[in-house]
């Protein structure tokens, strides 16, 4: 029996063709609508295709009852996922904890047991402690909880947990990212001596025998993959979890966040690498410079000298920053007056140590029967043992060393404000063009990459350093407050025993103010005659020869015409002389052929030719028998000696005696008191402390004719208060006034 399904579905026969008319549209539908009548009921009433309908609304049952299933399992395999994820998490950070703890607690401790110390060891494990401490409080914060993974509130705790402590994770991953590189540039050190590495792994496997680890990088960079694990961990947590989670909420800005930082951390490392790239400081020599140079280099250079020309010159418009231009200006004041007080602190720890190392209490100054010296020596011996000492270590511990090393890290800021100046005139040149190519792309990112950095650390750096700076003021201050009140206490036991320990206060100032004036008088007389012996002719008796050769160039030349050398000459040129230091020529020409005065034609004697004009002083002739001194005579007379006048001849006149009765001539003298005064014919330079300089035409004093070995070549003179020996023949004696006296037989 054929089923009525493929009967119906079989085509229809074509009808034979009938010439008869067609009957009209509408009564055509009719036929058509009853047929389909007649063939449903048909079908309705077999019970053929009654089984047929039954089973397939089975068929349409069993697929919606299989996916609800088929959901369920999808929602467990889901939470399942979850679990294991959030375990995941939580596992891997308790033993990265653990790993952390026994490299810096166990290996690091080894590590510095061995002979010879490692250097820089700490340097590894810089920012180390942060890291794990943050780690540690994000597992006690879970710990607290006393949750499981399997509790619905644990995922809502982790992301609060992590939530709070983003800011405290990134302030600890960041920094010891930025410091990786010293850690890897440290190891490799060590690697390159073969013993000493052998040494680090032999303690890294016995320290950690459960982990096959060979070397300290396998513990250290575990910071650096562990904050960049985080985003991947939280977004499969979050890829498990279904939208209508209570915590999918807090699970999805808990991921951004987790992005964020990582984000933020790789930022604040590039600003790092081109900090340390531009804030070193080389020291390079110009033949270093000159490797340096290739076209590249040369027209960078050009470029920016010529951007620069036109800033200054107005041709071209400079690119302000008024934020930026006023910490620069702010930042070298400060480098200023950091430096003005170094200096400053040096010279005065100059003359400390100067002033302790002087010890004229320690000689014996025949002194010991005054009091008030020996009160000033107990003073002076306490000073130096005790209280200026103390000072001064203090001085060096509170003041100087912080001083030094804040100057030193001006030179970082400095180097990158130069740097980002370079790269501003760089940027410049490429700031209107439509495209950049890539090299162009990588120096506009790089000055505002610099600029950024200086506008956000810079204002930082200011403020650090003008509180180091007050800091240390506030150190010197107190230590001359300590100082003073040492000092103070130390002068009260000599207060009565000292002699102006008894005037007030004002009279003591002022007596301190005129004594200090009366000795930098004295100082700066003692400099003036130590400059004029530096600058003084050269003094000293001439050999035979060279007395012959002044005889025969004065006789050629004039005496106006003798020069004396202040130093030895090497002629290095045509028609140069070399000559010594003292030798005597007399001068032909002040100028060279080429009218150089800076070389002079001399006459050496016989030879002639050129010498500097700077090593040529004029010859002042000593006279070897000076004038007798009317000091030295009154000198002599009070010793004992014959007295000698000046007498005049008056006249002849005849004199009687008692015994004989014939006249004989007497001749009358008229004795004149002589009024003669010593003067200094030439400049004398002392050369000892048992000399005294001399200046032409001052007058002197002669206290004796001679040494004390008799000698009459020196004399002991008397000049501005001052004792001392000179050459007698630098003496001259000039007639001031005479009065004549009554006269005798």
Known sequence: MESPLSAESAPPTPAPRNDTPSPSPRAEAQELRMEEKERTADTEEDPTYLSLLSEVSVLVEEPAEDASEKAEERAEREAQRQLLATEELIYTERNYLRLLQVCTCTIRSNLQKLQPQLTNLDSMFLYIEEVIDVSGRLLNLLDQKQLTPHDPLFLETLCDAFLSLSTDMESAYKEYLANYNTVTALENSYKQKDALWTEIVKVIKSSAPDVNATSLSFFLVMPVQRIARYPLLLQTVMKHTEPGHPAYSLLEQTARTAIALNCRINEYKRFREVADKYKKTEILTIRDKMN?????????????????????????????DEEFDALEGFFYLLENGITVLHENVETYLDHLQRFLSCRPEEFDLGMDGEKPAIYYKEIITALRQWILPTCEKRMRTLVHKPLCALRELLAGPRNLISKRLDKLLDYELIEEKPSLSYDEQAVANTYKTINTLLLNELPQFNGLALTLLWGMLGAFSCLHKDLAADMEQLFQGFTQQLPHGSLEPNAFWEWAECSVLEGARRLESLCWNVKDQLNAPIVRPLSPGS??????????????????????????????LSLNRGELVAIISEMDTRGDKRRWLVDAG???????????????????????????ITTMDQAGGVRRHSCTPDLMRPSYTPDTPQPRLVRTMSMTVPCLQVLAGYDFMARSSHEVSLRVGEPIRVLEPHDKKGSCDWSLVEVRGQRGYVPSNYLTVLPTSTTPTAPYH
Do not use: C, W
Request: aromatic letters at 4%; a positive charge.
């Open 292 to 320: 340096r140079l290739n076209s590249h280099s040369i027209a960078k250079k050009t470029a920016r000298l010529s951007q620069f020309i036109k800033h200054e010159t107005g041709i071209a418009p400079k690119l302000v």
């Open 547 to 576: 007395q012959r050769r002044l005889k025969v160039l004065t006789d050629k030349h004039g005496s106006g015409k003798i020069y004396q050398l202040t130093g030895h000459v090497v002629g290095t040129r045509d028609l140069d």
């Open 606 to 632: 016989g030879p002639r030719g050129y010498v500097p004009s700077s090593k040529l002083v004029r010859y002042h002739q000593v006279t070897m028998d000076p004038p007798p001194s009317p000091h030295l």
